[in-house]
Nanobody, 114 residues
Framework: VQLQAFGGGLVQAWGSLRLSCRAS????????MGWYRQVPGNQRELVAS???????NYADFVKGRFTISRDNAKNTVYLQMNSLKPEDTAVYYC?????????WGQGTLVTVSS
């Protein structure tokens, strides 16, 4: 199983970024995919998740600003982040639980300047 995240970078407040996570080594279509984030010194927290059905779940702090989506043909999950705030600065991780085991991508840093 591999999860490869892309798309982080530096953006000004109120800007946008799109993260991508390309998955391999498992039947992507059938698993929930998620994005988490972590600030140094804090616990990793769920940002959003999407089921194989397309049903989505968002943390309150990103509702209305972030959108998670998936392309099963490309084995890829996306996180569109709009209206970014400095407090969104974090390392963002792609995540899935496959056959009872957690898998994480390598993380991609998002830095939002004020």
């Amino acid at each position: 199983v591999q999860l490869q995240a892309f798309g982080g970078g530096l953006v000004q407040a109120w800007g946008s970024l799109r993260l991508s996570c390309r998955a391999s080594g498992f039947n992507f279509n059938t698993y929930i995919m998620g994005w988490y984030r972590q600030v140094p010194g804090n616990q990793r927290e769920l940002v959003a998740s999407i089921a194989s059905s397309g049903r989505t779940n968002y943390a309150d702090f990103v509702k209305g600003r972030f959108t998670i989506s998936r392309d099963n043909a490309k084995n890829t999950v996306y996180l569109q982040m709009n209206s970014l705030k400095p407090e969104d600065t974090a390392v963002y991780y792609c995540h899935s639980v496959i056959r009872g085991r957690r898998y994480w991508g390598q993380g991609t840093l998002v830095t939002v300047s004020s």
